[in-house]
Each structure stands twice: as C-alpha cells, then as structure tokens.
C-alpha cells in the first residue's frame, strides 16, 4: 500500500518537473533570433553539436546491446530484466543529454539577443530558463525512470522485503548501471571534444596567430563551442543524472538492511524516494526566485534559488520524516531526527566542500593569487606551483567527507551514509539549472563575438557568466561530495548482495585488490589526457594549415573551414572514449570472476580512495589555473600579453583536460566500477556459491 | 647459539664491509687535484656540501632527542631500550649520508682531473670507487647497527621466541625509526635544496641569460653542483640505508609469526640477516668486476658487476637456505625452496620494474619520443602528454608489484612477502655503488665545465654519466617495489604487535582512514612542490639581481657570490623541510591513539596504495621528461635553442621536482608512517587494551 503511494507522489513529481521544462522549453524557442550573422553562427554551433550527439549515441547502441545481452543471459530468472531496466537507464541519460543539448543551444543565441536588445535582466532570463529546462528535465527523468522499473517490478513480483530484496532491487540496479555507462561515455567523450577544440584553438588562435578568443577568424573557434556545449551541457546533464539515480539506488538498497521489522524496512528503503520527490518540488519553487529587478545583483537571485530551494527542502524533508516515520526507530534506537541529521549532514557538507573549492579556485583568494604571482617567473614555475594548490586542495575536502561519512554513519548506520549522499543531491533540480547556465552564458558570449555584436553585448554576457561561477563551484562541491559517498554505499551494498562475511582487510586477494585499484584512475586519466594531446595535436595542424593554405582567413577575405575542425573533434571523441569506458566495465567483472568478491572489494576500496583524491586533485588545479589566468586578464602581474600572461595560458591549457575531462569522469569512474560490481553481485554469489 | 652465530656472521660481513669501503676511500684521497681552479672550485663545492649536512644535522637534533624521549616515557620496562636503538638508527643514517657525501665531493673533482690526465677508465675507476665507498658504507653501516642491536638485547633479555617478540624485536623497530626519520628529512631536504638551486639557475642562467648549463657566471651554479651532492647522494644514502633496514626488520618481524617449532621460528627470524650478509659479500665480490680495459664499454662493466653480483647472491643464498633450513617446513608445508622462490621473485621484479621505467623515461623510447614531438606545439602539450606518460606507466609497476605480492605470499605466506622485499634489496651494496657513480660522474662534468677545461673533458665524463643512467634507472625500479613491499610487511607486523584480530574493512572507521590516508601523499607532495616552488622564486630574484646589479660578471669582470645563492637554498631547505617531517610522525600518533589501531591501518592502507602510485607517476613523469629534452638536445625536433627545445626545458623544470623531491619522498613517507606505527604498537596495546 504505502510503495504504491509513494511510487504515485514520484510519478506526481516527475510529470511536475518534466511539463515545467516542456513549458520552459517552449518559451526559450518561441524568443526569436533576429540578427542574421547569429542565427547563421549559433545554427553552426547548434547543428555540430547535435551532430556529434546523435554520432556518439550511435557508437555507444551496440556497446548497449552487448551489456543488455550479457545481463540477460548472465542471470537468472527473473533478475533477467535488468537487461531491461539497464536499457531504459541508458535511453533515459541519453535522453537527459540530448534535451539538455538542445535547448540549451538553442537558449545561447536568444541569450546574446536578449541581451543586445533587453539587456542584462532578459539574458539572465534567457540563460536561466536554459538551465532549468536542464535541471528540471534531469530529475523528472530519474523520478520516471525509477517509477517505470518499480511500479513493473513490484506489480509482477510483490512487495514483501523478500521479493524486494532478492529480485526488485538487483533489477534496479541495472536502470542505474545503464545511467553510469552512459554518463562515463559522454564525460570522456564530451571531454575530449571539448578540449582538443579549446586547446587547438587557443594555441594557434591566441599564441600563435594573436587574434582574440572566439574570433570567427579561427577555424577552431565553432568546434570549440560546440565543444562547450557536448562536454559542458550533455556530459554534464549524464553525469548528474547517473549521481542522482545511483544514490537513490543505493541508499534504497542500504534501507533494506536496517535493523527493524520488515514493515520498517520498507519504509527505509521508500524513504530516499520521497525525499528526492519533495526536493524536486522544493527546487521548482527555487526557480521562481530567480528574478531580477533592474537595477538588481544577479548573484542574489541565483542565491535566493539555491538557498531558498535547500530550506524549503528541508523543512519538507522534516515533514515527511514526521508522518512517514514518527516515533518508530531502527538500528537499536536510530530515529526521524538521526536521519534528518543525516540528510542535513549532506546538504551542509556540500556546502562547505564548495566553499573549500571556492577557496582555492576562485578569482582573488590566496592560492589563486600565488599561481598569478608564480606566472612571473615563467610556465614552469606556473605548473609547479599550481600542481601544489590542487593536490593541497585535497586534504581538508577528504576530512569534510571523512567526517561527513563518520558522522552520519554515527547517526544511522550505513543507511545514514546513504541518507547523507541523497541529501546532498536532494535540490539537484536547481543545482543543475545553475550549472547549465553557466556554459549557456559562456557560450552566448562567444556567439556575440563571433558574430561581431558591440563589445557591451559581451560586457553583459561576461558578468552573466561571472555570476555563476561561485555557484557553480559549489555545485562541483557537491558533485565531488555526493560520487565519494555514493561510491561507499553502493560498494558496501555490494557486499550486502554478494554475500561475502568480514572482508578481511589483512587478507593478501584484498590488499593486491586495492593497490590494483589504486592505479585505476591513472591509467584511466592517463588515456583521457593522451587523447587530448593526440586530438588537439591534429587540431592545432589543421588550423596551422588553413591559415597556411589560406592567408585571406586572417585577413577577413575567406572563410575558415569550420566543419573539418568539428569533424577532428568528433572523430577523436568517439574513437578515443571508447577504451577508457571498456576498462571500467571490464575491470570488476574480471577480478571479480578472477579473484572473488573479496578481491573486488578490495578493487572498489582502491579505486574510490585513490579516485576521489585524484578527482579533486586535477580538478581544482584545473580551475586554479583558470583563474589565475582569468586574474592576469584583468590586469594582474602585467597584464594580457605580458609574459605572465603567456605562463599563465600555458597553465590554463594543461588545466583544461584536468579539470574538464580526466577530473570529473573519474567521479563517475569510482561510481561506475561500483555499480558494476553491484549489478554482477548475484552472478558472484552463485559463480563463488 | 645460532643466534650468536648468525650475530657474529653479520660482524664479519660489516666489518669486510667497512674496510673495503676505507679502503677505497683511502685510495681515492691518495688521487691528485693538479689544476688549481678544480681545486678551488671543487673546494667551493664540497665546503657547501659539508655545511649544509653539518647545519642539517643541528637541526634534526633536537628533533631526534624529542623523539627519543616520547619513546623513553611512553613505553614501559624493557621496551624503553626503543629511544637508544632509535637514537642509533638516527646516527648511523646520518653516518651514512655524511660518508658517502665527504666521499663523493672528493671523487668529483678527481674524476674530472682523471679524465682530463688518463682518459675514460681511470676516470671511470675513480667514480665507482666513490659510488662504491658510499654502497659499502651503507651496507657495513645497517648491518654494524643491527649487531649492535641484537647483540645487546639478546645479552639482556635472551633469546627465546618470547623475549624476542615481546621485547627484542620492538626495540629493534626503534632502530628502523631511526634511519626513518633522518632519511625522510634528509631527502625532503636534500630534494628542495637542489631544485631551488636548479631551477633557479636554469631559468635564469639558460633561458633568460642564454648562457650554458654550469657555466661558472651564473651565481647559483655551485649551489646547483651543491645541491646533486646534498640531494642525490647524500639523500639517495640515507633512503637506502632506511629501506635496507627497514625491509629486514620487518621480515625479522613476520619470521617470528610463522607457523612452525619455536626453533624453526628464531630460524625463520634470523634468515633475512644472514640472506643481506651473503648479499654484502656477492656485492662486494661484484665490485670486482667493474674493470674496464682500454676501449671496452664501461656500460658492460657496471652490468658485470650488478648481474654478477646478483647471480653470486642468488648461489649464495640457495647454499644457506640448504645448511640453514635444509628439510624443515613452516606454514604447514613451506619450506627452503619456497624461500628460495620468494627471494628470487624479489629480484627479478625488481629487474622488471627497472625495465618498466626504463621503457616509460629512457631516451628514445616510445613514450619518451612522444613527448619530445609534443614539444614542438609548445609546453602545454609537453606537459599534457608527460604527465600522461606518467600516469601510464603505474599501471604495469603496479601489476608487477601485486603479482610479487601475490606470488610470494602463495609460496610462504606473509613471510614471502617478507623474504621477497629483502630479496629485491640483497645486493643493495653494488646496486648503490653504481647509484651513486651517477651523480658523481654528472658533477664531475660540471667542474669540468666551471674549470673550463677542453670540451674533450666532459665529453668524457658526459658518457660515464649517460652509461650510468640504465643502471640507474634498474636501481630505481628496486627503490620503488622495495617500497611497497616493506609497507605492507610493516603494515602487517603492526597488526601483530598491536594485538587487533581481524581488520574489517567495510567498518567505517577502516574506510575513513583509508580515505584519509590516500590523501596523506598529496598534502605532502604540495608541500614540497610548494616550496620548492618558493624557494627557486628567491633563487632567481638572487641571480636575476646579481646580473642587474653586477653587469661585470656576464662579461667576465667580476666574480658572482656564489655563497648567497648556497645560502638561499640552505635556508629554504631546512625551513621547509620540517613541517612535512612533523606531519608524517605525527599523523599516525594521532590516528592511532584517537581512532584506534583499525583505523591506523586503514590509514597506513591508504597511504600505502595512494602514495606508491602518486611516487611512480612522479618519478616517472619527471624522468620522462628529462630524456625528452635530452634528445632534443641531442638534436631531435629542432635541436638546442629552438622553440621545442624552450618547451622541454619547462617540461624537465617541472619533472624537477616531481622526480627528485616528492616521487622518492613518498617512497620514504610510506615506510616511515607504518614504521612509526609499529614503533608505537605496544603503546597502542596497552592504551586500548
């Protein structure tokens, strides 16, 4: 009775979110675009990177079908259709990409007109309601996805714990699996796109050609924001979707194996459900205050979104915990209040490994301003110094997360862990929607210039792109945050449904495990790197060959070959993804097979420690040069063109693949590995009986 | 009675030891210094050397006595023998590093003037005989200290299993800490002393004054010569002396938890001591084998040594396991060719690994000329794909480790491990010797230079160096598995010393420390980075102002004051190398008394497999990119002066610090948290009960 409530109330959820992003979508394309050079540009930019989608979809069909086929005839009975909810879970992530992409090129050219005629509060308009669509388009997914695979299984298998655990919660897992695949594919794949562009770009356009960013002169210049929008937009909308639905999946999972009768239980593992569908809810109503009146600081109303949309979640979050559990307690005493701390737990946690990346990220802050300073003395001083802020960065985001893990595992068990990873994605809807903007205000920005709008139409997407960049760095805060806590319980819920006893961490299987794990994500980043060296190598001859071939480019008289610069990314995208993706699906399902379930354990271990570190590390290295950078520009230790300014490109520049492609791909690495484990568990434990 | 035996056998071998290396040292003391400006030049040199060492040493000794009396008051009874065995250990790595420094600074400038007088052998003569007064030094050394230690407690405490695990063994660990310690500080501070002043006269010396390498204008060119003897050979001593140590103390350790008769166990115990004797006699032999005839290749003379010193070794050992153990079996079967097996998995995974490193960072290899074409699209790329090199190239050092892991314990359990680690380090003696011919013969060279002798002189010493670099880099591969394996026996005698049953790694505090663990060699790797980063700043605002300010000495007029520039990096050294030393004692206190011996292991496990990884990558890295301006140099890609050149140079910058200051400190840093651990083990019993 009560799963058919709640399945209801996330229906009800998903069918809210998703006609508020179809009614989102629809304003967003009634805005017209008038100005001709715009419409002819942003079409370019529009059409790559549809292209490219559909491309990499088709590309990644058979590698669907052979996972299906392997699910299918790998298990058995009735676990046999999660080779159909993993299907479903990889159209739905392929989904979530493809709308996201879609509106959100469409939302950049109506930016930069918004802005060339209304000014800064209708761009803001614009680009935000990109966002949301995004957002909004994600979580209804998930909620449908998880809806269709529940409302199925329990009508054909029941309800009892029974039923539930041994059957209904493995095929769930394949919907989640099928998310991760996809999200791994399109973070790697959207990765390498966007940075051999950028990286090919930028060293012949600005280093070598010394024309401007974005300058239509540059044949790079259109594949660079496509770019933008394949790794930026549709990677990021897949890896968010697989974060949400793998937490949800697995603090469900963890929900079943509470101390307490089965009626309990159930109600556990219902909770994370409800909790996302009032946080869905809480997020919408966070979208209506994002508004701005002339005059006013777009920062706040973002502010108010995000903020306002974590209060009121939290106090839906109290509400529900009160009539949905009361004074019934688990785990020998564990009760509403010790899982609203957890949740609680999660959502500050996020924050504050936001404020943290902010901290040694952000324009201004101390590290920031001693890689600028380190820019004096030339690129290799640059690196080292930046390399030094980034792994540095690491340390106190681990403490928070260590602390976060302990504290709510003190409140409720492992099913604290899972309720802490929910809560921190439990205002996702909004997260995203401010995320997605910040690439859509970005790349309105490079479609003003581009189409040679007046400088102010790039002076408002500027501070438009500006305004998301705190935000967003608590968004990654939370990213980073939410795949080192999803990864523990989907991994300790593997040893839940493996049926291993004690792992013995002493055990040799075990520690071998875990140093083989360990060098994972470097073997992983490594591929990710070389493959960006490798396409922006040809990127950057190409371009050197058409100004070469054609010098009336430079000179305004021809038109650069944009479409060949589209075609090196995308060919490079899809033919490099494709290895990196396999050696996390195949790893745990040999040494798992190979080793045994102990071993694989200890695989996981190695992998999330190492990971996660590693993650953080290249990511805010990344985002430090960046910045650094981004300081120069505006006037810092000598200014755009000074010999700072060079070391300070160079560091951007190796930034880019660190923080845009190795870093976050290896969050859904860790997550990947995890899940693929969980969904092979019943094969494991009938293989090692 | 055996005990005494064996005690008497590890005299003999030290004492051989220890004379041959006088002996050697005597010899080359006899050479001449005929040309004045070496002298004085070389003077220069070896004064700073000395002083850094001697000031280096002040420092450290408060910081020893600290120690020293935490062990003092917080054991209890007999135990409190720790601080004088660690006090001990402390003096005998400090021996160790002020040897073979005062040695080497003697054979660098006697290289040189051998070169210049009787050509290639006899210079290549003098720098081996320094290389191998520094091997047999260390060798003679650990075990001299070892006697002492043993021969005194068992006097005291006798020589049953009881006495020696519960009291005998615990002191002996004290020793170990103390080569720890002094061997972490020595190469964190060795590391940034010689990077600073590399750095810094690089930059500013090649790049900015396009002056030569080591040309005696440049201001911080002899602390750039100060430094390769501070770093490379007096911290290259005193890490070796700690993973000599290290690695069998820790087998001592597991030979005692064997399952067999009391007596076999006290065997099993004092075979790792008996396996190095053998190991410093075969190398001692092997040094005999380093002779070159006139037009011979003196690149087949140092293999004749190594390889033969390893084949003598291995004969050596199989006749003592067939005396010592002959027919008796422990762990319920194991017996003297299982040992035999481990031993030899010892030796030819480290050969392996060398072969591995070799492959990823030698000239003209692959990777190696893949970066070197990156350079020529400039230092992002060289730095994008280096580091990619880097990362690759720990995967398959990491499978090589884990199957020496798995494979030795299948043949002896723990124990294997135990025997394989002292296995790889068995010939440490000559392995060393050629070491430390490497720097030597590189200084060398670059007294040839600053004494301006004719090119024929270093060209000379420029092929001894390169025909080191192979060598070297097999001795690399040693270090590195020699590591890994000595943290997990270390990590696997704590948890016998400090009495916890079974480790669970799915417990959250386990999980915790390990996550707080892999971030342990970041937060220590920044801080090197960072201040190599700050101190090669103030090296080049130094030699930056001394041109500005003394325009005479580019021109020849006027003498540079080197001393400043020794000075800077001095100073900077010993400042900065203390917060990391702290760091690393003090972590594992911490962790051990407020989250209890679990979680210590769980941190130690973290440690241990992020840190291997991260140091591999390092090295790699740094050592790749090295070779990649090497062969630009050598005339690839455009050749000296050209814009890829420029790019390789930031590359190799960079790579400084990675492979010379964080990559083998971390190789330390593993082995000294698990050491302090096992140090504090019987504390930790107690506290916890």
Redesign the interface.
């Known amino acids: 009775m009560e799963v058919k409530i709640v399945l209801i109330a996330a229906l009800g959820g998903s069918v809210v979110a998703l006609l508020y992003a179809l009614s989102r979508a629809k304003w967003i394309f009634k805005q017209k675009v008038e100005n001709e050079q715009l419409k002819r540009i942003g079409g370019f930019v529009s059409e790559g990177a549809m292209a490219f989608l559909s491309r990499e979809y088709k590309v990644l069909i058979p590698f669907v079908i052979l996972v299906a086929a392997f699910l299918a005839i790998g298990n058995k009975g009735p676990i046999k259709l999660q080779a159909a909810a993993f299907v479903l879970g990889a159209v739905c992530s392929g989904l979530s990409g493809y709308i996201g992409m879609k509106v959100a090129t469409a939302a950049n050219s109506r930016t930069t007109q918004a802005a060339s005629d209304r000014g800064l509060n209708a761009a803001l308009k614009v680009a935000f309601s990109g966002g949301s669509v995004m957002g909004m388009s994600v979580v209804g997914l998930a909620l449908l996805g998880l809806f269709i695979v529940l409302a199925t299984t329990t009508r054909l298998f029941g309800e009892d714990v029974v039923a539930l655990a041994d059957v209904i919660l493995p095929i769930l897992t394949g919907f989640s699996l099928g998310a991760s695949l996809i999200a791994l594919f399109s973070r790697v794949g959207g990765g390498i796109f966007t940075k051999a562009a950028d ?1 090919g770009a930028d ?1 012949v356009g600005k ?1 070598e050609a010394g024309i401007p960013e974005d300058d239509p002169r540059n044949p790079a210049t259109i594949a660079d924001n496509v770019g933008d929008n394949v790794g930026d937009v549709a990677g990021m909308g897949a890896d968010l979707f697989e974060s949400f639905v793998g937490s949800i999946a697995g603090a469900m999972i963890l929900g079943l194996t509470v101390q307490a009768d089965d009626e309990l239980k159930v109600k556990m593992m219902l909770l994370p459900l409800i909790l996302v569908t009032v946080g869905v809810v809480a997020s919408l109503i966070g979208t209506f205050f994002v508004r701005t009146k002339p005059g006013s600081d777009p920062q706040k109303a973002l502010n108010a979104g995000t903020f306002g949309a974590a209060g009121i979640a939290a106090v839906f979050v109290f509400i529900v915990l009160k009539f949905f559990i009361g004074e019934q307690v688990f785990n020998g005493g564990s009760g509403m209040y010790h899982i609203f701390g957890a949740c609680i737990i999660g959502l500050v946690s996020g924050v504050v490994i936001g404020m943290i990346t902010e901290f040694f990220t952000g324009t201004g802050t101390r590290p920031v301003t001693s890689i600028m300073k ?1 820019c004096e ?5 640059t ?3 930046g ?6 960065s ?2 106190p985001v ?2 928070i ?2 602390a976060a ?2 504290s709510s ?1 003190a409140l409720a068990g ?1 099913y604290g ?1 899972g309720i802490a990873a929910v809560g921190m994605l439990i205002t996702l809807g909004i997260q995203l929607a401010v995320d997605a903007y910040g690439p859509i205000a970005d790349n309105a920005g490079g479609l003003a210039e581009m189409s040679e709008f007046p400088p102010e139409v790039r002076d408002i997407t500027d501070s438009l792109d500006a305004v998301g960049n705190t935000t967003a760095a608590i968004g990654k805060g939370f990213a980073i945050g939410s795949a ?1 806590l999803t990864a ?1 319980i989907l991994f ?1 819920s593997f ?1 839940e449904q493996s049926g291993v006893g ?5 055990s ?5 495990g ?6 994972i994500p ?2 992983f ?3 990710a ?2 493959a ?2 490798r396409a ?2 040809k990127m ?1 001859e190409e371009v050197r060959r058409q100004f070469r071939e054609h010098p009336g480019i430079l000179t305004d008289d021809e038109t650069p070959d944009y479409k060949r610069c589209v075609d090196i990314s995308t060919q490079a995208a899809l033919k490099e993804m494709l290895l990196p993706g396999i050696i996390s699906v195949v790893t745990p399902v040999i040494v798992g097979f190979a080793g045994g379930p102990e071993m694989l ?2 695989l996981l ?2 992998v ?3 990971g ?2 590693l993650a953080i ?1 290249m990511s805010n290295a990344g985002g430090a040069w960046d910045n650094a950078k981004k300081m120069i520009e505006a006037g810092g230790s000598g200014g755009k063109g000074s010999d700072a300014h060079k070391a300070a ?2 560091g951007d ?2 930034g880019d ?1 660190f923080k845009d492609t190795a870093g976050p791909s290896i969050n859904i690495l860790i997550k990947l590995m995890s899940m693929v484990s969980l969904v092979i568990a019943p094969m494991l434990k009938s293989f090692w009986g």
């Open positions: 990286v060293l280093v380190s003395t030339g690129a290799a001083t690196l080292i110094t390399l030094g802020v980034g792994m540095m690491a340390f681990i403490v997360i260590g893990i302990w595992f492992l862990i080192a523990i300790t040893k004690i792992v013995d961490l002493m040799i299987p075990v520690l071998v875990i140093l083989l794990g360990a060098v470097y073997l980043s490594s591929m790197m070389s960006v060296g922006a190598y950057i354990i200890g271990t190695g999330t420690a190492s996660v570190v590390f490109v160079v520049t190796v693949p």
